[in-house]
């Protein structure tokens, strides 16, 4: 019997310097949110979440896309 599905290539992991900008940001996103609830004052809580808004984003922008060939 022919196997159902033909072996996979198996893709290269991020590199690393993406792994550390994301680590990067996951680490300044923490440190607003902890500024928005120690830090007292309105302006200031609202400034620090929409940089942590803002930081989000953009680590968006930074996931590398899918490869094609994925189907499952």
Known sequence: ???????HEHHDEPTPAYR???ALICLLVFVCIVVAFAVPGLYTSLGAILVACGLI???AKLQPAPPA???H
Do not use: G, L, S, T
């Open 20 to 22: 550390k900008k994301q």
């Open 1 to 7: 019997m022919a196997a159902h599905h033909e072996p």
């Open 57 to 59: 984003a953009y680590a």
């Open 69 to 71: 060939d994925e189907h």
